[in-house]
């Protein structure tokens, strides 16, 4: 095997399980239950904030009215991308979703073995069809065949996808595995389409609720839909573990401002928070998709605090 993949593959066997494993360079994890549905739920919270419906009945009567309320332009915090920007009036149930995202990832056999991750995390949808005028983004849109490292995140990034509401299995991200000539390069300079898809191997796995599909950042991928699928919420966040390689990671400079750690993460509410402090008609600029879009302060809980005694 090419050297670059043989450390690849080395690291993902010490990360996971030989039952986790769908191939060298892809795991699937599943996550605690009960975690499972508490994400659920602060996923569905976060949205009936958004759209104002505290009364939904359930998943599906929340993303009906979630539909609804896109289609009339009620909703315009969503990128293009399918990002859900968090807003002021949102803040609160986002610092809840995130909580239960962490929380439900660090409790996982993987969860201790990893360093930092890219914040903010966000819930993306994905709406049934591809919109035309979104696909044409500045580095590349997420139909396109892609690795992330486009984006600027780190060459030794690992993808956790996580489908939480609608059809995760119909509407959902195609992977392809390297064959053998894979080079470290093509992670950072662009080769094309036609020149990726004959070094590439298309996976055969579809995923399913309460899943976690983890990607090594050399497994190339898509947002693929099936004929008639159904909206789909998800979470995508790419971590690093504090098993490294044996060389260098490239990553960007706006991208390694935003690494976290994940041990922080899980204890959103109570050690750190996230104030959101975007109107709805205010968005950052991404510098053509460089940096993420949010404005946000972020709030960790002071370890010391000094306390006066003041005498009567
Ligand atoms: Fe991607």
Known sequence: MNCWLED?????????????LVNPHMAVVKPCLYELRWLKKASMDYLASI?????YKDEEDLLKEFQTCHDIGFVTNITPTGMILPKRNTSLQYNTFLKAFYKLVMKTDVGPKLKSCHTPAHLRVKWPLAVEKDLDRPRHAPE???FDSWSGYSSQSMTFLLGILGDVSGNRVRYFQPKESYDEDWLLNKPTPEFLRKHYDVIDYTPKYGEIVILDTCVLHQTYRDSGCGIRFSIDNLFLSKEELAWPQNIEKHREDELTDPMLLKDVGTECFYFCTDNDDERKDTKGGAIDPTNYDFYTRPKNITYRIYDE
Do not use: I, M
Not at 51 to 55: C, D, G, S, T
């Open 51 to 55: 759209v104002n419906y505290p009364e």
């Open 144 to 146: 396109d065949l892609h």
């Open 8 to 20: 690849r593959k080395k690291r993902f066997e010490k990360l996971f399980t030989k039952e986790e």
